[in-house]
């Protein structure tokens, strides 16, 4: 998927929306993130609070912003430059294993920001939708674009598997009271592992479009990968 280079405008503007997620990530670390105004993530940023709300909603969005910041162009990315001989289903299991299990200090800590406050997490948890487009985009090349509806709906699949197994491993502690008072959450299991069960069952759709748009085999031994018992598209 080849993106042609972004104009001046394209390019202040993402230097824009990079500044205001940044001044929010740093504001709420320092100060704690109830104690962050939007004006003041403006004020920070260099920008006034008009222009921050043509970025974003709410501070919680700015701040989550910085965590989870082109990860859904990167999945994409990856999706797109996958081998030709690996199946679309384990490119796509990849992509996004790979981008929401390998992350830095910096991430994990912002992460553990995140996740002990309610709208922080909720945020968190919204921001899985944003993975649709750019996904739909890749997936569509990937068939050829012979199957741009089909493309959407098997990335909106794959945006709804990666929040409802971020819903599950991010465990509330204790009971509901405590949740409410202090927000604390406790990761179950391994992430990773849960991302591959998850998206495992989407698997026979993506070959059934593969099979569609190919109109041939494609050989489990020039590429898949996963340890999926599904044979790739085309085989019977």
Known sequence: MTTPPAGLRERKKQATREALREAALRLAVERGPDQVRVEDIAEAAGVSPRTYNNYFASREQAIVSAVTADREARIAAAVAAGPAGVCLADAVTEAVVEQYTNAGE????????????????????????????PLTAAIAERLGGAEGRTAR????????????????????????????????????????????????????????????????????????????????????
């Not at 912002?110 to 948890?125: G, K, V």
């Not at 502690?173 to 959450?185: H, I, T």
């Open 153 to 236: 709906v098997l990335a909106a699949s794959v945006a709804a598997a990666v929040r409802i197994t971020l819903e599950d491993w991010l465990q509330p502690a204790g009971n509901a009271e405590a949740v409410g008072a202090v927000g604390l959450v406790v990761p179950a299991g391994s992430l990773s592992d849960q991302l591959r069960a998850t998206l495992s069952p989407l698997a026979p759709a993506f070959d059934a479009a593969e099979r569609r748009a190919r109109g041939g085999a494609l050989e489990r031994a020039r590429g898949c990968t996963g340890g999926r018992q599904p044979q790739c598209a085309g085989q019977g």
């Open 106 to 133: 910096r991430e994990q800590r912002a992460l553990l920001l995140i996740t002990a406050r309610t709208a922080l997490r909720d945020a968190f948890l919204d921001a899985t939708a944003d993975i649709e487009p």
